[in-house]
Every structure is written in C-alpha cells, then in structure tokens.
C-alpha cells in the first residue's frame, strides 16, 4: 500500500481532524525514527499512521480498541508487520522488537511536540528540545499524554531522552504542513 492509498484509508475510518492530525503527526516521528536506526521508513511510517485507525470509533473501549484498526488493515491487504505494530501501540504482548516498542514512545511524544506547537507562533517551526523538555515537566500542559512513556524511550529503544526529542521534532516538522503546524 503506498501513502496515497493510506490517507485515503485514513480518510475514510476516522471521524475528526484531530484524530487525523495526531495519526499524521506519529508517522512522522516514526519515520524519522526509522531513518536514526537505519530501519525501514515506509513499514515505520505506516504504523504510525494507522496505529489509531480506529480511534473514532473505539474510543478508549481497551477491548476493542487496536484490534478493529487490525481488522480493516487485514481487510485493505497491509502487511503483517505493520498490523503488529498497530496492536502493540495498544495491548503489550505485541511489543516484541524495537519498531513495536518505538510507537508507544513516538505515540506520547507526538502528542507532546503537537500541543506545543499549538501554543507557539512559529507552531513546529525552530522548536527547541529545551522548550520540550520544560513542556514535559509542567504536568498541567497536556495533562493527557503519558510522561512515562516519554521519559522511558532509552531504556525502551535505546536512544537517549534528548536526541528522541530532537528526532522527533525533526519528524513531526517534516509533516507540519500537511496538518497546519508549519510557522
Ligand atoms: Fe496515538
């Protein structure tokens, strides 16, 4: 599936822009991700992308949430791997390598790098890792995104919490100005 067809699907299970614009935004960490440990950009992207397929509908419903977006991956002929690291975004047993561990991480930081883009003039544009880092720690900003999930990546992935945080703005910059974040 290439990424035409992919926000097509995007397009068509999803109910709201913020959903879209969170999907948008993972795959572009994941993908900058993906270029850091030398892995595959497009498989990587994609998981990003469609990790919250169902979210719209699902909700926070844990029982069903992951494995729809599963279901209608299958149904739409997307590759295994990809499904996997969807379901891993979710439910733990599918964590099994560093791409399926690597969207939980990309999943909390893209929330955090979107809220303080919003916030900021320039929106993603000459964001620092700094300015990150104090958004992290201020627990009332974004009271939703999982600091943990933030703060464990080296121990998750192996890359230290401020080249994650820079790789990640890098991503979500490259994405910016298909969901209103460029400056
Ligand atoms: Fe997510």
Redesign the pocket.
Known sequence: MDREQAVELVREKTEKETTVR?LVS?EGVMRALARRFGEDEGVWGLVGLF??LD?DQTHDDLERHAYQAAEWLREAGVEERIVTGVLA?AHEEHRTDRMTRAIVHA?AL??LLVASALVRPQKAEGMKVSSVKKKLKERAFAPGVNREEVTSVEEGIGLPLDEFIAVGIEGLQEVAGEIELSG
Do not use: T
């Open positions: 969170h993972v990790h919250d979210q975004h999943d893209a929330g």
